[in-house]
Every structure is written in C-alpha cells, then in structure tokens.
Nanobody, 119 residues
Framework: QVQLVESGGGLVQPRGSLRLSCAVS????????MGWYRQAPGKQRELVAT???????NYGDSVRGRFTISRDNARNTVYLEMSGLKPEDTAVYYC?????????????WGQGTQVTVSS
C-alpha cells in the first residue's frame, strides 16, 4: 500500500517562510516524478512544483522565484521551501508521486496539509 504523508503546514504571516515535507512509503524502489499541488477554496487544484528523479524542476507561474522544490531519492521524500508567502498562497497543499510503470495516470496523492498565510 503506497502512502504519502505530508507535514509542515500551518499558519504563517505574509512574507514569512514555511517548509513542507512529503514521505512516500509502501515498498517503492524509485519514483520518477514527485511534486506539490494546491487547492484553494472555490478554485481548481493547480500545479505548484514538480521534480524528476534526475532533478529537473518545473514551477507554477505564481510561485516561481519564491518556492523551491527538492527531493531525497534515497528516502523517497520531497520538500517544498516556501518564502515570500502571500495571502493568495493560502490553500491545501497536496503531495503527488508518479512513475510511468505504475499504470496510474495521476499517480498517488497525499491527504493534504493546510497552509494559511494571514496576519
């Protein structure tokens, strides 16, 4: 049973920083693509950032330059360093993992962690 467990969400003031972590368990030897998505109330889920096993990264336009994604392949863990946070970054952040051989178009998802940016 593949499980993704996120941690690190919470309440932060505008212009503050926060670090999210997501650990994947379930006997998986390697993961090609890991990433973060977010969903704010009343909005569709959107891309935050993804990273391949080789370290290639992709960011959503609204976070590029403020957020940094990284991963530890040995631990099957992905991180999201968020800085310069804005109220519009408030959302539930979901971790995602996927590999071509899994046969799952959307991979596996975590349960989500709430990030609230407010003074």
């Amino acid at each position: 049973q593949v499980q993704l467990v996120e941690s690190g969400g919470g309440l932060v003031q505008p212009r503050g920083s926060l670090r999210l972590s997501c650990a994947v368990s379930g006997g998986i030897a390697s993961i090609y693509l890991m990433g973060w998505y977010r969903q704010a109330p009343g909005k569709q889920r959107e891309l935050v950032a993804t990273i391949t096993s080789g370290g290639y990264t992709n960011y959503g336009d609204s976070v590029r330059g403020r957020f940094t994604i990284s991963r530890d392949n040995a631990r099957n863990t992905v991180y999201l360093e968020m800085s310069g946070l804005k109220p519009e970054d408030t959302a539930v952040y979901y971790c995602n993992a996927n590999s071509p051989g899994w046969g799952r178009p959307f991979g596996y998802w975590g349960q989500g962690t709430q990030v609230t940016v407010s003074s």
